[in-house]
């Protein structure tokens, strides 16, 4: 009598595959986590070293140190469901009123040597900063005394395009003190020189303040890039004309 014997095939192959897709599936989730996060991260303790190497009259302060308690605060406000439109640069400083006072000019533009920005329009009509930079409502226009405040969009750094007015602030948090900030007003063009870089929370709107023993220029985009945790402040003053 002949004996036939069945043999499950294809168990262990189909357990490699699984083991292999799972495998793969981790190792693109892991890619992810480091092509968001790690910058995220460096930006964030450059920003500190900034601080330290500056020798800035106001140090860094003790809420900007990454604790645990501090990374679990930001990563709760980054998954909170948050739907602001931050195109809309109203936004920024919620707590913030606009004065509605018209400007004497629609626009001028702004060039950062430092990180390749030549000539981004600023304007003073409205608060898209997804199609241009923003000189915000109530406060100076270049070159008069007072602040002028102007707000453009920051990202991740590595997706930087000094052209795209959604990336074009990716790498402000490089900008050291004495770099200069350069706009052009009706064919004029004045220089500006950084003296003070600073980090503040949305409800801090002092930034927005406006001083007239001078002509001050500020530049303000969300940090760490790629979020919208905190903004970052760039403040510098008239030296020259040009």
Not at 112 to 139: F, Q, R
């Amino acid at each position: 009598m002949n004996k036939y014997y069945y043999k499950k095939g294809g168990t262990k192959n189909t357990r490699a595959y699984i083991r292999i897709a799972g495998l793969f599936i981790s190792l693109i989730g892991i890619g992810m986590l480091v092509y968001f996060a790690l910058p995220i991260g460096t930006s964030y303790f450059m920003l500190q070293n900034v601080y330290a190497s500056q020798n800035l009259t106001t140090p860094i302060p003790t809420i900007k140190v990454l604790t645990k308690q501090r990374i679990q605060s930001l990563l709760a406000t980054a998954v909170s469901g948050e739907t602001t439109d931050y195109t809309d640069a109203k936004l920024w400083f919620p707590s913030f009123e606009i004065n509605p006072a018209t400007p004497r000019i629609k626009g001028y533009t702004l060039s950062i040597p430092k990180i390749d920005i030549t000539d981004a329009y600023v304007t003073t009509e409205d608060y898209n900063v997804g199609k241009h930079l923003v000189n915000y409502g109530g406060t100076a226009v270049p070159p008069d005394k007072g602040n002028a405040v102007i707000f453009g969009h920051s990202t991740l750094p590595q997706l930087f395009n000094p052209k795209d007015y959604k990336t074009i602030f990716a790498k402000l948090h490089t900008i050291e003190k004495g770099d200069s900030l350069i706009v052009s007003v009706d064919g004029t063009r004045y220089t500006y020189k950084v003296y003070a870089i600073d980090i503040v929370p949305p409800d801090d709107f002092a930034p927005l303040m406006q001083h007239y023993d001078d002509s001050y220029l500020t530049v303000i985009t969300c940090t760490p890039p790629g979020t919208i945790w905190e903004r970052l402040v760039v403040s510098a003053k008239l030296v020259k004309e040009t």
